[in-house]
Each structure stands twice: as C-alpha cells, then as structure tokens.
C-alpha cells in the first residue's frame, strides 16, 4: 500500500499529453493487488555465488568457455553481456568503436558478439555452470543519422525514420511535438521534459507512450527472457519516463522455468546517471527495479585517491550513510564502459580504473567485502590512452579486432588474458574476493576499526575479516577479528589450497584477535582472510 500511495502522489512520470498515465498506476495496483512484481531486485544468484561481471565487448562463444572454465568454479553470480541485437556498423581506420553497439539497427540477435545460435549456446551453457546472464537493453533510442546496413545486414534510414527490420517507421518516433528544442536533442539538462522526449546525442529518439513500440520492445525482451536470461541492464534510463518503462515491464514473462523457479521475474538494473543537481533523481526509478549508483565509484575513488583530504575512516558508513540509494535498491561498481573513458560520472580525477591497479584492487576489495549494494565487476580491454585538455581522444575504440571482427580472448598460462584484453576478473586479488563476498554476504558488519586516518578493519560476522593500510608507513596492529582461533591464509597476497597457503599466514588467537602487519611498500595495501 505504501508503494502504490507513492506512486500516485510523486510528479507526473509520463509527458502531458500521454493518455497512459492512469494505465499505468491502474497495471502497478493490479500487479500488487495479485502478488505479482513487475521486476525483482535480486539477481538470481546460485547459493553460495556472489557478484556480477562485465565481460564488455566479449564474444558469446568466448563467454560460454569462460562460464564453464572460470567463472562458474570461481564462485562468479553472473556476467552482463553487451547489447545482443542488430547494431549500426561504424567503419574506423583500425577499429570499429565500441559505441556502435549502442546504436540499434533492429532486434535481430545477431551483433559484433555473434549470432542467436552461439548466444542461445551461451546462455544455455553458462546457466549449466551456474552462471547467470544479463543483457544490456538499449530500448531509449534506434542509430544517430545516416543510413546503411546493420551487423545482421538490414538496411536503415535514419534520416527518414525507417527501420524495417523491426519494423519502425515515422510514426514510432518522438518529434517536434513532445520535444522543443530547435535541434530535436536534448539542449538542457534541466528541462525532464527535454531529457525524455528529446534526442540524445542526435539518436532517434522511440515514441515508447506509443503502444505499437511498447509492444515490439517487449517482443525482443521476452525473447531473451525465453532464452534463460536471468535480467536486464537497461541503458539511458533517465532518457524514458517510468510509465512507460513500467508498461513495458508488466508485458514481461516470468523467467524460464528449466533454469528458474516458477513465477521468477526477471533482474532489472536501470543505468541512471544521478549525481544530484537534476531534476530526473535515480529515486524516480527504484520502484521498478534496481539503479545504477554512479556515486559509488567516484566517491570511492575519491577516498582512495585521498583527494581533498578524505580517509579510509569516513567509509564507516558508505552508502546510504553518504545520500545514496537504499542499498537494496542499487547496484554499485568501481568503474564501468563509460566513466573509465571519462564519460558518465566521476572523471579522471577521482574514477579509478585498471590503470590504476594498486588503488583500483583496493576499491574492488572494499566494494565486495562491505555490506552494500548489488556487486558489479568491470572485465576491460586495454587502447592507447590520449588525454588532451581532460578528454580522452581514443575513447572511441573498439575491442580488439581484425579488421573489425573481434578477436577471441585468449587464456595465458597464468591464468591472465592476453592480445590486448586486460580481465580485471582473472586478477587474483578480485577473483579470491569474490569468495570472500560469497561467503560474508548474509553476515552483518562487525568489529569496525581505524586509526584515524587511512588504516581500517571490519569483519563479516563471525565469517570473514579484511583489512587496509592506505597510508606510507606500515601497519602494525593487534586487532579483534571476530573470527574463530586457528591459522588462515590471507587470500589477497596468495593461494590457499589443500592445506598449502602461498600468501601471508595469519594467526587467530582463541580470543578472536590477531597481528595484521601491511606494508605500504607491498604489491597489495590489503589482507582478506575467512573461514
């Protein structure tokens, strides 16, 4: 009751001249009156799996290996993919740029990626290892202008609307009647009706009050949904009103019973830039499903960084504590596609990427071992980095190709990625966290301490115990871990497996404390240890 009273006296969420906006509190009524969800916040996880990787730009047959190799035995909850559907094909000197992706040609499952055979093989395979999948949804918008052909080859026009492989045509698109700038795109931030109706960037914009279209993007979803896909990311959220997204939502099929239990929804995560001072908040959305929390990552990286003098110690209470999203209505990351290319959120002065291994190890530790949040990893490719007056001149490029097919990643005998993709999630210092997260997921935040400064330690419970040394001397302190007495392996510096530990060794006295010794000279400014 207390939902469908705020969603009935919160602002307008549709343009004035929709005719759905009663629809669309008359669906939410009906779907609580009945029991149903029109999405769910949880990401389906496997017990005893914990986080949700990025594998951006991958191929599927390469993602259906690493489900079964890697993934699945390293306790990994999910991966999201990249945009499965038929895309506009950007020709560049050496690579074809990764936002091609995002600039949809039609609904057809065939993409950079690969086609719908290998997708429906990946996603069959990774669901048998206990991987679960997420599609990134770009529903806002279909290409920029032009025409051509798409990575399935249909032909496309953007300058006269028509996308026949869908098929959309004028009438499917938002024009000079919702939108009123002079350009057709989006000219001020501050304008809802604007960011909603208008273009972003110039990309045809989709009438989505507009029952045709509401129709054929839910079409392709629950196609997906048919596949065994777990959930969604969905892409330029506060670019669409909610009533829309929620009718869209409601068409949605329950997940596929031969990997789901009966009548499960499907995972929906809303990417939401919102770093206050708009007028669009992530807060309009959290009712249909999760929010991407970009303040995370720029916070976190602020901290770390220490940038204008922020500790370790002011993290006793990230999240919620720091004007966040509820921690069960976000979902959190270091650094994702966009603001590790300085777009987005954040900036290059406080987001830390694979750039910045040390302190970017560090975030991901936090991140995974600190209640809150759903967990996403970031798994990227490397390019050459051209920063000129604060922006990035080769943000642009594509993941690593021939002639712009994209190469397969191969597997080092290290264990590390090779031919220009750096899988941040292969990095002993993040994978060994992930079962740290696995474990200490359900345990309560305890045993908090810090010096003042850059030095912190919590625990998970009774089951887990991290620490970090931030500062440039040492760290040498006797600490109650909340752990039982016995000898465990800090799994941060090493390995431990069949009784042989290749990291440092921490012993745990029957009274729960112990010695944590961390070096800021040290390849790693943290220890994890558990049960």
Not at 494 to 506: A, R, V
């Amino acid at each position: 009751m207390v939902i469908i009273n705020r969603y009935i006296t919160k602002p307008p969420d549709q343009p004035p001249n929709s005719p759905n906006k009663m629809q669309g509190c008359t669906l939410l009524i009906v779907a609580l009156l009945f029991g149903a969800t029109l999405a769910n916040k949880s990401p389906h996880c496997h017990n005893g799996r914990f986080g949700i990787v990025h594998l951006f730009e991958w191929r599927w047959a390469d993602i259906a290996a690493e489900c079964e190799r890697w993934l699945g035995p390293k306790n990994f909850c999910g991966v999201q993919i990249s945009p499965p559907n038929e895309h506009r094909i950007i020709d560049s000197p050496d690579y074809r740029p990764w936002y091609q992706r995002y600039q949809p040609v039609s609904y057809k499952l065939d993409s950079r990626s690969g086609n719908e055979q290998e997708l429906r093989d990946m996603v069959e395979r990774c669901n048998k290892a206990g991987v679960r999948i997420y599609a990134d949804l770009v529903i806002n918008h279909m290409t920029g202008g032009g025409q051509g052909q798409g990575s399935s080859g249909s032909y496309w026009n953007a300058d006269s609307l028509s996308y026949p492989a869908v098929p959309f045509g004028s009438g499917d698109f938002n024009g000079r009647d919702v939108c009123n700038t002079g350009s057709g795109n989006i000219e001020n931030y501050n304008d809802a009706n604007q960011v909603r109706n208008c273009r972003l960037l110039g990309l045809r914009d989709l009438r989505l009050g507009k029952d045709y279209v509401r129709g054929k993007v839910a079409d392709y979803i629950n196609n997906l949904i048919d596949m065994g896909m777990a959930g969604f990311r969905v892409d330029a959220v506060k670019h669409m009103w909610p009533g829309d997204l929620q009718n869209i939502y409601s068409r949605l099929k329950n997940l596929n019973s031969r990997y789901f239990l009966s009548n499960s929804r499907p995972f929906i995560f809303q990417e939401v830039i919102d770093m206050g001072g708009e007028p669009i908040k992530g807060t309009d959305y959290t009712h249909l499903g999760q929010v991407t929390e970009f303040k995370y990552g720029k916070e976190l990286g602020d901290v770390i960084r220490k940038n204008n003098g922020q500790r370790l110690r002011y993290l006793r209470n990230f999240g919620e504590g720091w004007g966040m999203l509820r921690s069960g209505d976000s979902l959190v990351f270091v650094d994702n596609h966009d603001n590790q290319r300085g777009h987005g959120a954040g900036g290059y002065g406080s987001i830390l990427t694979h750039a910045d291994s040390k302190m970017y190890k560090m975030a991901n530790a936090f991140m995974m071992a600190f209640p809150y949040g759903t967990v996403r990893i970031m798994s990227s490719y490397s390019w050459q980095r051209n920063i000129q007056g604060g922006k990035d001149k080769n943000d642009w490029i594509g993941p690593p190709s021939n002639g712009g097919n994209t190469k397969s990643v191969p597997i080092n005998a290290d264990n590390t990625c090779g031919d220009g993709w750096v899988c941040e999630h292969r990095w002993r210092q993040i994978y060994n966290m992930v079962s740290f997260g696995a474990k200490s997921q359900n345990e309560p935040l305890r045993n908090w301490w810090d010096n003042g400064w850059q030095q912190v330690a919590f625990s998970r419970g009774n089951k887990a115990f991290i620490a970090f040394n931030n500062e440039d001397r040492e760290m040498d302190v006797t600490l109650q871990t909340g752990l039982p007495a016995g000898t465990y392996c800090d799994i941060v510096s090493g390995q431990n497996g069949k009784g042989n530990c290749s990291g440092k060794t921490i012993y745990v006295g029957n009274d729960g404390r112990a010695r944590i010794q961390i070096s800021n000279r040290a390849d790693d400014s943290f220890i994890a240890i558990m049960v």
